[in-house]
């Protein structure tokens, strides 16, 4: 096991956490010079400072970026891995043994398919997906952290009691940290906390519908931020380049972070912890 690995485990041992998602290494750095005690990736903003959607880049992009994101800061980082790039479990197993090698203190995999009609897995297969991810990760002997995600709320299949079925689940093959995205209710959450335990419990916070204390009343032990921070960024970036573009002027320059400031946060050379 890592040193990162075993930090990233004591982190959900107790408390609640706030790990953000950095888009790149810059941001990652900041993150965590911030103080922050783990960061997570984000397909989306990674998607996006490619010019592309969610879900929109190659698991091998996908690697190369959980490499450049781990080797950039100091603290645990977890991999948005996605669906793992596969549908089959071995192909899934397959490829949760590539991602463990990048690094990474810890990774979900999800069980949302892309396919608008039938946007999540069977269920015995979603399941069967958890459990090949786990034995690729003990094979590895890396002591990556494994989070088995639940799409339900994010692909349009709201549904509480299933989300929970589904995490139980997950949780029974192997995952050791469960998280439904886009969970917005206090008493929802609290439901998933109820249904997991002891197991560790993410919760998403995009939007200000809670603060950290009140996340972390309802158990979760977690809370990331998905793209939501990538999102902050791209509102700045598009208020100052909407305004040159459509007023020739740029008052907006103004609410901009100092160059030195932003210059002076970033080592001469980036870092590389095992």
Not at 50 to 63: F, I, K, W
Request: charged share 20%.
């Amino acid at each position: 096991m890592t040193k990162r690995a075993d930090a990233f485990r004591k982190l959900h041992q107790s408390g609640c956490f706030v790990m953000p998602n950095p888009w790149d290494a810059g941001s990652a750095w900041m993150l965590a010079r911030l103080g922050f005690p783990a960061v997570a990736t984000t397909s989306a903003g990674f998607a996006w400072s490619m010019g592309r959607p969610d879900n929109g880049v190659s698991v091998d992009e996908a690697l190369q970026h959980m490499r450049a994101i781990a080797q950039a800061v100091d603290v645990p980082v977890n991999a948005d891995f996605e669906g793992a790039f596969a549908v089959e479990p071995d192909a899934v197993a397959k490829n949760v043994a590539l991602a463990a090698a990048t690094g990474v203190a810890g990774l979900s995999v999800e069980d949302s398919t892309g396919n608008a009609e039938s946007p999540l897995f069977d269920f015995e297969l979603s399941v069967a997906r958890i459990a090949a991810a786990r034995r690729a990760i003990d094979r590895t002997g890396t002591g990556v952290l494994l989070t088995g995600r639940s799409e339900g709320f994010v692909v349009g299949r709201p549904d509480l009691e299933e989300t929970i079925r589904r995490l139980k689940a997950y949780g029974e093959a192997g995952a050791e940290c469960l998280y439904a995205p886009r969970i917005n209710d206090l008493s929802a959450l609290a439901r998933i906390v109820d249904a997991v335990a002891p197991r560790p419990v993410n919760a998403l916070v995009g939007s200000d519908f809670a603060t950290v204390a009140q996340v972390a009343e309802t158990g979760a032990r977690r809370i990331s931020v998905g793209g939501t921070l990538a999102r902050a960024a791209w509102a700045g970036f598009l208020e100052a380049a909407n305004e040159i573009a459509e007023r020739g002027t740029f008052t907006a320059f103004a609410r901009a972070v100092p160059f030195a400031d932003l210059d002076g946060a970033f080592p001469a050379r980036g870092r590389r912890s095992e």
